[in-house]
């Protein structure tokens, strides 16, 4: 059984920095995309940053956010910096089955729980 655990939500300021884990077991990723979605309240899920061998990002955020992965590790990372309120989400990491860069959430076959991201101003 696939699953995604991510980790280091919290609570943050704005401007302040946040690293968040997705660590993936049940099977390897390594040549397929693993990407970074968020839903905020009210609105729908959007892509954040994908990564197969390089990362690629939602051109808004690409200055701020940066994703990386350790295939020995089966886990992929997104860095924060420069945190905003509007940045306040539900994070979700999530795993391709298929060849390429993956921006559509309907491309992606596993998905973890998420987990919260909050900026305060």
């Known amino acids: 059984q696939v699953r995604l655990v991510e980790s280091g939500g919290g609570l943050v300021q704005a401007g302040e920095s946040l690293t968040l884990s997705c660590t993936a077991s049940?099977?390897?990723?390594?040549?397929?995309?693993m990407g970074w979605f968020r839903q905020a309240p009210g609105k729908e899920r959007e892509f954040v940053a994908g990564?197969?061998?390089?990362?690629y990002y939602q051109s808004s955020l690409k200055d701020r956010f940066t994703i990386s992965r350790d295939n020995a590790k089966n886990t992929v990372y997104l860095q924060m910096t420069s945190l905003k309120p509007e940045d306040t989400a539900t994070y979700y990491c999530?795993?391709?089955?298929?060849?390429?860069?993956?921006?559509?959430?309907?491309?992606?076959?596993?998905w973890g729980q998420g987990t919260q991201v909050t900026v305060s101003s």
């Open positions: 999530a795993a391709s089955g298929a060849i390429g860069a993956r921006t559509d959430p309907h491309d992606y076959d596993y």
């Open positions: 049940g099977r390897t990723f390594g040549g397929s995309a």
């Open positions: 990564i197969i061998w390089t990362g």
